[in-house]
């Protein structure tokens, strides 16, 4: 049997014994009210109650919760919460044997009808008990294996698998940035001597600036016709240029 129905098959025990300890209480104080204090009974029947209705409470939410649970888990909260039980139901166990070891056996003996029904609701109401503080001890070791032997999850690591890879997509998905282009366009100065614009085509404010430098013409015999010169020529004085039929710029405007 593999441990997951191990844990299930103990869930359902415990959750079927704490029901009928439940019930049983519950006919001993309303059924015998009159003989619920008679001995062999609780010694301290408000903590019992409370015991036995919070388990009922707690048990059942284990085992409806059993399977996302088991899927999702190990909890460390199931390991605090199997130790308490296992330590409560202990407990109530030994202050029902409490009377027995100082010399009050745990038998019913009476002759009154009401009196010795309610002894062996008693009596059989403890033997459940022993039956489900058995079972707990169980419950706990699987926790404590599957808490020790399950790599931490969900529920306790910092940084999942999920979430670097879902991080490295969107850094495989950031789209890369390009590297600045120019365009190049032939034109005059004012004073004839030949330039080149370069255009940047960056983004708004990068697209309208542009440097300027001379283009030295030479005539056949390889000898400079126009002089070295640099234009720093304001961006908007750049753009009231006027284009000739072969499209560079031939004149412009100040």
């Given at each position: ?24 209480e ?15 009974t ?9 015991a ?10 284990f ?6 649970r088991?899927?999702h ?24 044997i ?30 459940f ?8 001890p ?13 790599p931490?999850?969900?529920?306790s ?14 850094k ?22 030949p ?5 940047s ?5 990068s697209?309208?600036r ?42 412009i405007?100040?």
């Amino acid at each position: 049997m593999e441990q997951k129905d191990r844990a299930y098959y103990l869930r359902v025990s415990q959750i079927v014994l704490v029901f009928l300890i439940l019930i049983l209480e519950f006919v001993q104080a309303i059924g015998f009210a009159k003989n619920y204090r008679d001995t062999p009974t609780h010694s301290t029947v408000i903590y019992y109650w409370l015991a036995i209705v919070s388990s009922t409470l707690l048990l059942g939410h284990f085992l409806i919760r059993f399977q996302p649970r088991w899927k999702h888990g190990p909890y460390k909260n199931e390991v605090l919460l199997d130790g308490l039980l296992l330590f409560v139901w202990l407990s109530m166990i030994f202050i029902d044997i409490l009377p027995v070891m100082k010399g009050n056996p745990m038998s019913c003996n009476m002759t009154d009808t009401s009196a010795l029904t309610r002894c062996n609701l008693f009596i059989a109401s403890f033997a459940f008990t022993l039956l489900l503080t058995i079972t707990l001890p169980f419950s706990l070791q699987i926790s404590i294996s599957r808490w020790k032997n399950t790599p931490i999850s969900s529920s306790s690591s910092s940084i999942t698998m999920s979430s670097i890879n879902q991080q490295q997509q969107q850094k495989q998905q950031t789209p890369p940035q390009r590297s600045p282009s120019y365009v190049i366009q032939e034109g005059v100065l004012k004073d004839g001597q030949p330039v080149l614009f370069f255009h940047s085509n960056g983004d708004k404010r990068s697209s309208r600036r542009m440097s300027l430098y001379t283009h030295q013409r030479t005539n056949s015999n390889g000898s400079i016709l126009g002089k070295d010169s640099e234009s720093t020529k304001s961006p908007r004085s750049v753009e009231n240029h006027v284009t000739g039929e072969n499209g560079n710029v031939k004149h412009i405007v100040n």
